[in-house]
C-alpha cells in the first residue's frame, strides 16, 4: 500500500474520484460481473481513483444483515489490482466507533488508501465527542473528511468543528458535500485559518461542480483551490468527466480570464445532475437515477437497489430524457459502447 505523503501527493494533483454504485441482479444479489464491469469502465476512462462503501454504493451494505460491506470492497480493489493501476482506492467508513474501527481496520489490510468518514451516525453527539470518534478512525487509516448534505444523512458541521477536525495529523482530504456555499467556505476558511497546506480538498457538491473547480478561494491572505472532486454524478459519464477536470485545471494556470463557454457548461451540468439526483424530490431519486443511466448503457442490468421501495420517482425518467436530449455533449455512451464487451468478459 501506498504510503500516506504519497497518496496526499497524487490527490493534490486533483483526481477524478467516481463514487462506485453497486450493482445487483433482480433478486437483488450482488452482480459480480457487473460490478467489475463498472471498476473496469472507471479505471478505462481515466478515473484516478474510486471510492467504495459510500452513498452511491448504498449505505445499506455497511449492514450485518446485508452481508456486502468486505465483498464489494475486495471485489474492487482485485479488479482495480488486475489493471496494475496507481488508483487511489477509498473506503466509505460509517457507524459508530466500534463498527467504524472495525470497517476502516478491514479496508486497510486490503489495500485501501484512505477512509471517507461519514458521520450520519452522530446526529445527536457535541462536537468534542464527535472529534475523539475521528481521531480513533486516524489511528487506524489516513481520513478523508466528509461534509454530507443533510437530506442525504448528514449534519451542520460548523467552522468550530473543521478547525477541531484538522487538529488530526492523519486527516489528508475534505469531500465538500454540504451543497450549501456558506457551509462549504466554512470548510475551507477553517483549512485557510487551521494553517493546513496539506490538505487535499475535493467537491462532492455535485450541484455546482465547475464553479467549485474553478474557483481560488482566498482567506487571511492564503489562497486555496478544490483539485478534483469525489462525486456521485461522475459514477457516471466518467470519461467526460476526466476531460473537464483537465479544462478547469488548465483555466486555473493561465492568466486568461475563465471561458464564458465553461460556465455555460457548469450549468448544464448542474441541470443534467438536477434530473439525475432527483432535485426536485428532495433526492429521493439519486441511486436509482444513477442506475438508470448505467442501465441505459448497458453497464447495469437494471435499477434495482437494496432498498425494494426505492426506484425512480414520478416524472424522473423523462426529466433525465430532457437533459440527455438537452446536453448529448455532456455524455460518454460512444466511449462506452465502444468498450463494454471488454468490460463485461
Known amino acids: 500500500m501506498k504510503k500516506s505523503n504519497e497518496i496526499l501527493k497524487l490527490l493534490k494533483e486533483g483526481l477524478v474520484i467516481p463514487a462506485h454504485p453497486l450493482a445487483l441482479d433482480k433478486s437483488r444479489k450482488l452482480d459480480e460481473k457487473r460490478q467489475r464491469a463498472l471498476t473496469r469502465y472507471y479505471v478505462s476512462a481515466g478515473a484516478g481513483g474510486i471510492a467504495v462503501g459510500v452513498h452511491t454504493t448504498q449505505f445499506e451494505i455497511h449492514e450485518e444483515k446485508a452481508g456486502l460491506y468486505k465483498p464489494v470492497l475486495e471485489l474492487a480493489s482485485e479488479t482495480v489490482n488486475e489493471f496494475n493501476k496507481n488508483l487511489i482506492k477509498i473506503a466509505g467508513i460509517c457507524g459508530k466507533t ?6 476502516a481496520n478491514f479496508a486497510k489490510n486490503l489495500g485501501y488508501n484512505a477512509g471517507l468518514l461519514s458521520l450520519s451516525a452522530f446526529q445527536k453527539e457535541t462536537t468534542n465527542e464527535i472529534i475523539e470518534h475521528c481521531k480513533q478512525i486516524a489511528k487506524v487509516i489516513p481520513v478523508f473528511g466528509f ?3 443533510p437530506s442525504i444523512g448528514g449534519r451542520i458541521l460548523g467552522f468550530d468543528f473543521w478547525t477541531k ?6 486527516v489528508i482530504a475534505i ?12 470548510v475551507i476558511r477553517a483549512v485557510a485559518e487551521t494553517g493546513r497546506t496539506d490538505i487535499a480538498l475535493y467537491t462532492g457538491n455535485d450541484d455546482n461542480i465547475v464553479n467549485d473547480l474553478i474557483t481560488q478561494y482566498e482567506f487571511s491572505g492564503k489562497k486555496l483551490t478544490i483539485v478534483g472532486g469525489l462525486l456521485g454524478h461522475w459514477a457516471i459519464w466518467t470519461k467526460k468527466a476526466v476531460e473537464l477536470l483537465k479544462e478547469t485545471k488548465k483555466v486555473k494556470t493561465s492568466d486568461k480570464s475563465v471561458p464564458a463557454g465553461l460556465i455555460t457548461k ?6 443534467s445532475n438536477s434530473a439525475m439526483f432527483d432535485a426536485a424530490n428532495k433526492f429521493r431519486g439519486c441511486v ?4 438508470e443511466i448505467l442501465r441505459r448503457q448497458g453497464l447495469l442490468s437494471g435499477r434495482w437497489c437494496l432498498d425494494k421501495n426505492l426506484d425512480l420517482s414520478p416524472g424522473q425518467a423523462k ?8 446536453y448529448p455533449h455532456l455524455n460518454d455512451d460512444k466511449f462506452v459502447a465502444e468498450n463494454l464487451d471488454e468490460w463485461l468478459k
Open 98 to 103: 466500534k463498527q467504524a474501527v472495525s470497517e
Open 147 to 149: 461534509y454530507l448534505q
Open 165 to 170: 477536525f484538522l487538529k488530526i495529523e492523519n
Open 175 to 186: 469531500k465538500l458535500a454540504p451543497f450549501n456555499r456558506y457551509q462549504t467556505i466554512d
Open 266 to 271: 457548469g450549468i448544464q451540468i448542474t441541470d
Open 288 to 291: 436509482p437515477g444513477i442506475h
Open 319 to 326: 426529466e433525465i430524457d430532457r437533459v440527455y436530449k438537452a
